[in-house]
């Protein structure tokens, strides 16, 4: 870099010569350096080394070195000056010497002024070239980490991908997400590694569309975590510089996500409770009105069970299955209906100490025989735990999941039911847990909707209304799971009288 117009070049003079010294303070003085000459190596080292320069002129003979061998510990000391070396006696390996040290030039004795003038202009130049380069590194150096401090710091992901897919950026908060160390993730491919089978063809489309020049775009997907699970994420995509990489490794466009999913949750649920509060003005109004008639027709279906058991011609077994078909729906309506009543209109629920242990076991003891007869193993880990609540609710609640489980369990797989409470937590906790065939991702957001099932008998309100006598009470549930590895769905539920 120039030097500042408030300070002068400087000029460090090594020459034995003092005669010479002096003549070249001479001329450059008045040109505006601040010239400063020793007459051996030693000095003019240890003058380079506290002070620095500009531009040093070195005699290659020197009474305790030689020039080109002090050449490299004078660019140590002052990397960014220049150095000419001054020789009267000129020879090629000298010269080869010389050059390979780094100097700027190297000048024969006897030299013209303006010559050697010129050359310590043209070394001047170069020595601000090279301040200007280094000034612009430090400035892109710094850049660079304000940067990566920014894209590490924030609240959202961000992903950097070459043509090919291939990730090399991938900041704290994706690996935060993910569960995946930067050194798991970068290399590899992003689609791959982050995006669900039944997803990738359709965000890899997006991204193709971004850079080929399409608007950048928002668009949702599902993000895998490290334990299968995954969240959705709203993605942005953006091209990274407007001229295409010249190598197949450098970033092409980064992608920004935003972690949506307790969002939409929280969004679903709020339909849901709108809905469920349209629908219980509703179910009030029509729950007399459909109860009369559907419990007159199971009387009357009934009756005619009990008329066509006395017939005694070949049709009477064909009637009775028949009538007994019509019956089981019947039931299976009423039943709908009396979930959808619960579920829209809850009645009120006990607060009352509950043996937590006692009730889980009471209910895997009623369940141990359709365990058996499914050929599945059912694993009691139940330490002793209490709670505060509602007994009957609770024990449709374990009975709900406890079903499930079996149902989804096939033979010799594993259902183990578990609770404990540690005595510095305010909750109990209750885990029912299989070896089934899980849950596809796409299904598992969706398990708590109303009318939302996979059986094919189901009302889909089951774990509707588990989840709401879970809240009610203060608690939470979670429920984890992957397609061929099983479900875990875990309770909390509140020791103290805390509610909802």
């Known amino acids: 870099m120039t030097p500042p117009p408030d300070r002068r070049p400087q000029l460090l003079i090594v020459d034995d010569n003092r005669d010479l010294a002096e003549n ?10 601040a010239v400063r000459f020793t007459p051996s190596a030693r000095e003019g080292l240890a003058l380079a080394r506290a002070e620095g320069f500009d ?7 020197l009474p305790d070195a030689s020039g080109a061998d002090l050449l490299p510990a004078l660019r140590d000391a002052s990397p960014l000056g220049e150095v000419v070396l001054i020789t009267g006696h000129a020879t090629l390996d000298s010269a080869v010497a010389a050059v390979r040290g780094g100097a700027f030039q190297y000048v024969v004795k006897p030299f013209k002024v303006d010559e050697l003038v010129a050359t310590v202009e043209a070394a001047l130049r170069q020595g601000t070239l090279r301040r200007e380069r280094e000034a612009l590194a430090q400035q ?14 924030s609240k959202v992901l961000v992903l950097g991908i070459d043509t090919r897919g291939i990730m090399h950026l991938f900041n704290r908060r994706a690996a935060e997400l993910t569960g995946l160390t930067p050194e798991e993730a970068l290399g590899r491919p992003a689609l791959d590694l982050l995006i669900p089978a039944d997803s990738r063809e359709r965000v890899q489309n997006h991204v193709r569309a971004t850079l080929a020049g399409a608007p950048p775009g928002e668009f949702e997907a599902p993000l895998l975590i490290k334990d299968g699970r995954s969240r959705t994420v709203r993605w942005h995509v953006v091209v990274a510089s407007a001229e295409r990489p010249t190598a197949s490794d450098e970033i092409a466009a980064y992608a920004v996500g935003t972690d949506v999913t307790d969002r939409r949750a929280l969004e679903r649920r709020a339909a849901e409770a709108e809905a469920l509060a349209h629908m219980g003005t509703l179910a009030a109004g029509l729950a007399h009105e459909v109860r009369n008639p559907l419990n007159a027709a199971l009387l009357q279906l009934h009756l005619l069970g009990r008329g066509i058991a006395k017939v005694t011609t070949e049709e009477r077994d064909p009637l ?18 009396s979930d959808f009543l619960e579920l829209a209109r809850p009645r009120p629920m006990a607060r009352e100490p509950i043996d937590l242990a006692g009730l889980l076991d009471e209910v895997a003891s009623f369940q141990e025989p359709a365990a058996a007869a499914a050929g599945v193993t059912l694993v009691r880990r139940i330490a002793v735990s209490r709670a505060v609540g509602d007994r009957e609710r609770l024990k ?25 409470r540690s005595a510095d937590e305010p909750d109990a906790t209750v885990v029912i847990s299989d070896t089934g065939r899980g849950i596809p991702s796409g ?49 909390s539920l509140p020791a103290t009288g805390r509610s909802h």
């Open 443 to 491: 299904t598992l957001e969706r398990v708590f909707e109303p009318f939302f099932t996979t059986k094919e008998a189901g009302t889909g309100l089951g774990l509707s209304i588990v989840r709401q006598i879970v809240e009610r009470h203060g608690g939470a549930i979670d429920l984890e799971s992957a397609e061929g590895r099983g479900t875990r769905v875990t309770l």
């Open 55 to 61: 531009l040093a002129m070195v005699d290659v003979n």
């Open 320 to 337: 009775l299955g028949r009538a007994r078909i019509v019956e089981a729906e019947l039931k299976r309506l009423e039943r709908l209906l």
């Open 396 to 420: 449709q609640v374990f009975h709900n999941l406890l079903v499930n489980a079996l149902e989804a369990t096939p033979q010799g797989g594993v259902v183990t039911v578990s609770c404990h």
């Open 140 to 153: 892109l150096a710094a850049s660079e980490r304000r940067y990566r401090d920014v894209v590490e710091s």
């Open 24 to 33: 070249l303070q001479d001329i450059f003085e008045p040109r505006g350096f």
